[in-house]
T-cell receptor, first 111, second 116 residues
Framework: GQQLNQSPQSMFIQEGEDVSMNCTSS?????WLWYKQEPGEGPVLLIA?????ELTSNGRLTAQFGITRKDSFLNISASIPSDVGIYFC???????????FGTGTRLKVLA | EPEVTQTPSHQVTQMGQEVILRCVPI?????FYWYRQILGQKVEFLVS????????KSEIFDDQFSVERPDGSNFTLKIRSTKLEDSAMYFC??????????????FGAGTRLSVL
């Protein structure tokens, strides 16, 4: 079945550093969503992407929809302690209702 | 801001018992979903529901599972005879049909199911 591989699996960074994570697949997607999940909570949407090559920002977060439609990346600039959490990508292919989630990137920010 | 609400937040049950997890999706949304997340793992799609019927389901969603929209506001997931491996967080999500915010799912805070 379809799989989304996220990397890195986990990151430990210093406050103020920039972060980059990505999601890759062998399948083509027509929508990419990036979510953040904190302990005991549901995923919260960060950014939605709809077109190949699209670059979208939400505050310190920037995400891009890969040209091949098989990948996406998320950047966080100038990280702060509250950025801690697990970041998931999710992809949707046309003709389906089924969102596929990535394996997640666990981010820890050291003050 | 409208949100998806799930109850209970934590459900403890004995193996073999039936459980019903409840969700109230965002009021003008038309697509509804259930996902499962085993501790420390990724979020896994279970089922999508539209126009009062299942539109898609995963291989996880076997005969032990069923979904229902009993009225205009609730969306439920029933597990008929729980197994130990059903222990997980269960998330409900909903999505509007409109072009604004299209394809965006909004998630509830989840129900933690513990099967003993």
């Amino acid at each position: 079945g379809q799989q989304l591989n996220q990397s890195p699996q986990s990151m430990f960074i210093q406050e103020g550093e920039d972060v980059s994570m990505n999601c890759t697949s062998s399948s083509i997607f027509n929508t990419w969503l990036w979510y953040k999940q904190e302990p005991g909570e549901g995923p919260v949407l960060l950014i939605a992407l709809y077109k190949a090559g699209e670059l979208t920002s939400n505050g310190r977060l920037t995400a891009q929809f890969g040209i091949t439609r098989k990948d996406s990346f998320l950047n966080i600039s100038a990280s702060i302690p509250s950025d801690v959490g697990i970041y998931f990508c999710a992809g949707l292919t046309s003709g389906t209702y089924k969102y596929i989630f990535g394996t997640g990137t666990r981010l820890k920010v050291l003050a | 801001e409208p949100e998806v609400t799930q109850t209970p937040s934590h459900q403890v049950t004995q193996m073999g018992q039936e459980v019903i997890l409840r969700c109230v999706p965002i009021s003008n949304h038309l697509y509804f979903y259930w996902y499962r997340q085993i501790l420390g793992q990724k979020v896994e799609f279970l089922v999508s529901f539209y126009n009062n019927e299942i539109s898609e389901k995963s291989e996880i969603f076997d005969d032990q599972f069923s979904v229902e929209r009993p009225d205009g506001s609730n969306f439920t997931l029933k597990i008929r005879s729980t197994k130990l491996e059903d222990s997980a967080m269960y998330f409900c999500a909903s999505k509007s049909q409109g072009l604004i915010g299209k394809n965006i799912q909004y998630f509830g805070a989840g129900t933690r199911l513990s099967v003993l």
